[in-house]
DNA sequence: TTGAAAGCGTTACCAC
DNA sequence: GTGGTAACGCTTTCAA
């Protein structure tokens, strides 16, 4: 039998109130009495107030929620998702609040449960895409919801729009034409290979939807038709994925001159695949990612450069405090086109 | 007002326990009255039971606690936790189980707070050196503990002594009598720099100890005194420090001929620091690290293998469901040593 | 400074 | 198949 608040009252012959108070409060009660109180606690082996009673008493969880894409064992893999839960930790940390990675499993049921079912105090989801269900769970919940993909009441994210098509202008400055574009989660069997993008607006996810607007824009006002632009599903956003998607745009004549990816690990995968071909980044083929993870700068990649670490930092913040003013519930951070070797002028004569 | 079972109850007209069953054991009443309870509840935005109060009537938190080295912002930056995140974080998503990061502040109090205030069935630690309070306190919880780096009742963890002892023979075999240990947390003050270690078994962290315990045996083994053997600490486990830490090796005369590494993000920054000083690695200096994450194949790094993923699977197996043989609940996974490039036979010529 | 009493929102047991 | 009743372990007025 676990002891309780009760059996150390008993055991000092107080009531179970000075016992709490001997822990949550300790101005309540004589120095002396909190002693005599911790050491009979020690003694019985009770090692302070049951933090789910408490917490059910007192309405707060001392936890936030984070939802991921995936499975959460893959969410470690992707440096990006490292650095924005890097981000949230940390503010995490300063409110003495812990982060409760919430299993989203395959299945729909078992998402909804989960979320549910978590003692948090709110929601980060960092990127849900087709787990609309699990979304509109946490939100159901009523309790403060950072979406940092979506526009909800509480947002932090970055104009995903334009950031892609400063990515494009500058393709499109450097006379490429032959264009290719990798990105997940854009065909709806979630294979790799090429797939047709008849209307942009339509795909399920948020963030390919968006930069491959922000492309798209950037071709049109160069004069570049989209139906001219190659688009290349990945399964997945790993580098694997990334190169494996490549060779369906570098396997076929004439090559073209630049291949964008909406992620960096993806474009690092298309960097890859060129090695494998003897091909030179930035003089045969273009490459452009986004994010700009550790290893693209080691990759001499251009990418668009995202705050990762405040993207975290700011979602903790709105969620730990959410502002009264709509204003400041909905946080914009700005990126930057970060030039590298990677890209280059459109070599003509190339076939 | 939030709504609670009770709303909806009062609402269909039925008594609360109804409603619970409606959520908890829908066999036990008609589908008809479910759809209405359910029905009812969507209506007054009521989300299901409060996960709370849930947990303290039912006695299962639904979360497994993580316990790391240093601020949990920190524990993503290794890909060896990692791997070992991503094994735990499988098995809670089959148990239906959540990943609570616990918040170890910088202060002794805070963390002490913070393990005794989480909502968990259990602590998975993962390695901490110099926060035995916290351990403590996770011990004093009366909730299972799975321990990987110090003697605990459930244990998952690898022959540490014996896997350095490997590598150490590897090193003399190669005729190597000139060495270098980089290692962390082996200096009271945490600086970067060479130190004295007289007698390893004094050695706060646990990693560190037992690895150069390997190291030492092995080399006691061959002749070579451990008070020749140069011990170099660097202030944490990054590439950075061991590039750093390796300066304190490569910089003197005679340099040299190999220097091993506790980690292989340590061996890592050794390779850097090699490359800094057009030396060979395998060649001019031999280098050896510990842990196999992928950047050290990729480095043609010679190391020691340990399973991470299955650790972080077994943790989590042990914890979820305790086995009751107490020879069961101590689990020693196999190592091997995996001799790459930047091992060779020490250059005798050189200075 | 201390204690009695009233919940917090749920579930389990046992009658009906 | 359904509904009381009694916990689960704690915190928080409020009165003494």
Redesign the interface.
């Known amino acids: 039998m ?1 002891p309780t608040l009760q059996t150390v009252a008993d055991r000092v012959g107080v009531s179970r109130s000075t016992v709490s108070n001997a822990y949550s409060r300790p101005d309540q009660l004589s120095p002396e009495l909190r002693e005599r109180i911790l050491d009979a606690a020690r003694e019985l ?1 009770y ?10 008493r007192s309405g707060r ?3 936030i929620g984070v939802l991921f894409t995936t ?7 992707d440096p990006y998702a ?1 650095q924005f ?3 949230l ?2 503010v ?2 300063d409110n ?8 989203l ?1 395959d299945d729909d049921e ?1 998402a909804l ?2 979320v ?5 105090d709110g929601f980060v989801v960092y990127c849900v895409p087709g787990w609309y269900k699990a979304m509109e ?1 946490a939100w ?3 309790i403060p919801v950072v979406n940092s993909d979506h526009f909800g009441s509480l947002f932090v994210g970055i104009d995903e729009i334009a950031s892609t098509r400063a990515a494009g202008e500058h393709l499109m400055r450097l006379g490429h034409r032959r264009v290719a574009i990798v990105a997940d989660y854009i065909s709806p069997d979630r294979r790799t290979g090429e797939v047709s993008v008849p209307s942009v607006e339509d795909l399920g996810s948020y963030v390919s939807r968006e930069r491959l607007t922000g492309y798209r824009d950037a071709f049109a006002a160069a004069g570049l038709e989209w139906s001219e632009v190659i688009t290349i599903s990945a399964a997945g956003n790993s580098r694997e994925h990334g190169a494996a998607a490549a060779a369906y745009a570098l396997d076929r004549a004439p090559r073209p001159t630049a291949v964008v990816a909406t992620t960096d690990l993806l474009a690092l995968g298309v960097l890859d695949a060129l090695a494998a071909r003897d091909l030179r980044p930035g003089r045969d083929v273009s490459v452009i990612g986004f994010d700009d993870i550790p290893d693209a700068a080691q990759a001499h990649m251009t990418t668009v450069r995202q705050p990762a670490l405040d993207r975290g930092r700011i979602a903790g913040r709105l969620l730990l405090d959410p502002p009264d003013d709509p204003a400041d519930r909905r946080v914009v951070l700005p990126t930057e086109l970060v030039v590298r070797a990677s890209t280059g002028p459109a070599s003509t004569g190339s076939v």
């Not at 499975?71 to 893999?77: E, H």
């Not at 549910?116 to 948090?120: D, G, P, S, T």
């Open positions: 676990k082996g090692s302070g107030p049951n933090p789910t009673a408490r917490s059910l969880a001392g936890a499975a959460l064992s893959i969410a470690f893999t490292v839960l890097r981000g930790a940390e995490a940390e003495r609040t812990g982060l409760l990675l919430v299993p499993r078992g449960e989960a549910r079912n978590a003692a948090v769970a159901a919940r009523g």
